[in-house]
Structure formats: structure tokens, C-alpha cells
């Protein structure tokens, strides 16, 4: 895929474009993929399943880990009963995006 990147800035901090896969071997980020509209998302797979928000909840908590910020800045934007989601990262927006983008592009570049 091209070097676009999931995450935007917004105007309280940044939202990653996402597509879960739940019940997964392991809690993981796979990198960066196309989604049907050819737009960026973070793949990323968690064992837990998709009931009573625990996947969701498993995804904030795999994202607060990996980029060390505070899982209370994490939050579900948009799609929180879909595999696409939107996750929302409050604080400073464009330091968080370079620091995210730096990240994936370590990780999955």
C-alpha cells in the first residue's frame, strides 16, 4: 500500500482509522492497509470477543500500550459495533500524530 497514513488530526488530538478482526490467536498490529474506499487503516486482531464491548475494549487497551499514552485519552469515535472503527487519542494532535506515524513507520515501514 501507498504511504498514506490512519491517523488524522483533529481538533482535541488525533482519530485512527481502523479494521479489527476480534476472537484473533493474539492481541497484535498488523500494519497498514486499504480499506474498500482505498483509504488507510491500522489492521489490528485481539483474542477477545466482539460482545459487551470487550473488543473494543481490548483495542484501546492494545493502542494505550503500544504508543504509551494514557488509555483514558483513548476513546470509540465511530463504529464501536463494526470492524471498521474510529478510535480518538485526546491530547496534543499534531505531536501525537508525528509520534504514531514515527511509530508505524518503525514497526511497519
Partial sequence: MSGTSPVTVSGDGV??????TPRAGRDRIDG????ADGRAALKLSVTAAPEDGNANAAVLKLLA???SV???ALSV???AAARR???H???DGPALARRINAWLGE???
Fill in 15 to 20: 482519530r485512527v482509522a481502523l479494521r479489527v
Fill in 77 to 79: 469515535a465511530s463504529g
Fill in 32 to 35: 497498514i492497509v486499504a480499506d
Fill in 107 to 109: 514497526q511497519h515501514g
Fill in 85 to 87: 472503527k474510529i478510535v
Fill in 70 to 72: 494514557p488509555r483514558t
Fill in 89 to 91: 487519542i485526546a491530547g
Fill in 65 to 67: 500500550k503500544s504508543w
